[in-house]
């Protein structure tokens, strides 16, 4: 059985990236989390790029460098580099954006309960009813950096320009909406020609194209060869005294059919289970009153050696979030299930999208947690 990785917070994790670029351009940022604080060493510069590719785990990367030898030959300053709990990428972006572990940023997954409803916060497109603002109070880790005097500036598609995973995740810094893979590079290179700079580039393709033909499929890996010729050419163009980083968000796994649980199909599983949250691989699942214990029971009776499930007091006691604030504690599964090996949790009636994607991710398997730094 696949053991579980867990988040390097305060050491090698997402939320200490901006924290450790800030250091290596001399302008450290104090006190933006509990913990441990060892932080992140990165070599020092005046500018940063920082690259992050959407779905490029470093198991992924690992076994596949054939296809991306730019990638393969970079340094790596953090061989045991983690995404947060759950791997899912808008706890990740929320957490590299804020500097802060998911128990304090409170994006706690794809989808999370907002708190005194039967509704849910699907994070990735929001709900208008939800000021993002509110939903994660805390100064970003990149309005700090730029009020420290530091040029920091987000090219992503500028679709995303104003979404509520942007204000939540990135605001206080310069937004540059670039589409394309040309516009992403002359944007970095106008962003490093200021300094101190940090300039973040955001790259969402590899990561659907994982979803919809899975990681070990032809079309993955020839994304994976294009992501490289861009870290590249991204390099090339780049003042030499720049320092480019790429970082990724989570990894992912193939789940195949044999191995999905569809909860609509095992009618005890939705006894006791008032609304499904999370997502296929790392569910919350929040119960009515009274029906936790029987709630675990159940589901660890069903699902045994094939997921971790946990009452809400026992994943936080674990660290998988970090320390907790009280708001964000009823944002969290009264239970949760962590997937393990290839096993998904599926509703086919709730969330019938998920039963079409391939590759999936948000576990804390090694696959889905460790992510790469790698500095060049």
């Known amino acids: 059985m696949t053991g579980f990785v867990e988040p390097a917070y305060g050491t090698a994790s997402l939320a200490d990236v901006v924290p450790g670029v800030a250091a290596a351009l001399g302008r450290p940022l104090a006190g933006l989390t509990e913990g441990p604080t060892e932080g992140l060493l990165l070599p020092s510069a005046d500018s940063y790029v920082v690259l992050l590719v959407d779905g490029l785990g470093a198991r992924l990367l690992e076994r596949y460098r054939h296809v991306a030898p730019f990638l393969a030959s970079m ?7 983690t995404a947060g709990v759950p791997s899912t990428t808008a ?6 954006g804020t500097g802060l572990v998911p128990g304090h940023h409170g994006v706690v997954g794809f989808t999370s309960r907002l708190p005194g409803t039967d509704r849910l916060l699907v994070a990735l497109t929001w709900d208008k009813s939800v000021d993002p603002e509110e939903w994660q109070p805390h100064p970003t880790a990149l309005a700090r950096l730029a009020a420290q005097g530091v040029e920091v500036s987000v090219v992503n598609k500028r679709e995303f320009r104003d979404s509520g995973l942007t204000r939540a995740a990135a605001r206080g810094a310069d937004y540059v909406g670039a589409d394309r893979v040309g516009e992403r590079i002359a ?6 020609g200021r300094t101190p700079s940090l300039t973040y580039l955001y790259d969402p393709d590899l990561d659907w194209t994982g979803h919809q033909h899975g990681v070990a ?12 010729h861009e870290a590249e050419q991204l390099r090339d163009a780049l003042p030499a005294s720049t320092r480019l980083l790429i970082v990724a968000d989570h990894g992912m796994v193939d789940v195949p059919p044999t191995a999905r649980v569809d909860v609509d199909q095992v009618d ?3 006894d006791g289970v008032s609304l499904l949250g999370g997502e296929a691989r790392f569910r919350h699942l929040y119960c009515s009153r009274g029906a936790v214990d029987d709630v675990v029971a159940t589901w660890r009776s069903v699902l045994g050696e094939r997921a971790d499930v946990l009452t809400r007091d026992e994943a936080v ?9 009280s708001r964000v504690v009823p944002r969290l599964g009264d239970v949760m299930v962590a997937c ?13 999208y998920e039963a079409t994607l391939i590759g999936m991710h948000g576990s804390l398997t090694a696959e889905e947690m460790l992510i790469p730094l790698l500095v060049g």
């Open 75 to 81: 340094r790596s300053v953090a061989p045991s580099a």
């Open 91 to 96: 706890t990740s972006l929320t957490s590299f």
């Open 187 to 192: 944007a970095a290179v106008t962003g490093a």
């Open 217 to 228: 499929s032809p079309q993955w890996l020839q994304q994976l060869a294009m992501i490289d």
């Open 268 to 270: 005890e599983l939705r």
């Open 317 to 325: 006691a674990r660290g998988w979030f970090g320390p907790v604030e």
């Open 340 to 352: 393990r090996d290839e096993t998904a949790v599926l509703s086919t009636r709730s969330w019938a």
